[in-house]
Nanobody, 123 residues
Framework: QLQLVESGGGLVHPGGSLRLSCAASGDILGYYGIGWFRQVPGKEREAVSCVDSNGARTDYADFVKGRFTISRDNAKNTIYLQLNSLEPADTAAYYC????????????????WGQGTQVTVSS
């Protein structure tokens, strides 16, 4: 029922920045926690960040270390992930994820996924 479309990935040098966008096809305010996961080949998909259904609470993985910011534009049904001070270890495919009614850090409980956008950090 809900379609999620990511954009904004690319190739950056260490220390660079990107802003990822996740556009939802339907209403998300009051219904879904929206978050981001990332995955590298051969490893489990891991949670990065999430914003709750009302935009009142945000959560970040420990490896974020204050470098990333998640936000939502309710009028546009769009979620953003601002990536700053990027490191080579951040290289991964990043996926937008929706879970009703709350955020989840467990990839197996996600209700809807985006197609992914690749972030590559290299010198």
């Amino acid at each position: 029922q809900l379609q999620l479309v990511e954009s904004g990935g690319g190739l950056v040098h260490p220390g660079g920045s990107l802003r990822l966008s996740c556009a939802a096809s339907g209403d998300i305010l009051g219904y879904y926690g929206i978050g981001w996961f990332r995955q590298v080949p051969g490893k489990e998909r891991e949670a990065v960040s999430c914003v709750d259904s009302n935009g009142a609470r945000t959560d970040y993985a420990d490896f974020v270390k204050g470098r990333f910011t998640i936000s939502r534009d309710n009028a546009k049904n769009t979620i953003y992930l601002q990536l700053n001070s990027l490191e080579p270890a951040d290289t991964a495919a990043y996926y937008c994820a929706a879970k009703a009614p709350l955020c989840t850090g467990n990839s197996h409980l996600v209700d809807y996924w985006g197609q992914g956008t690749q972030v590559t950090v290299s010198s």
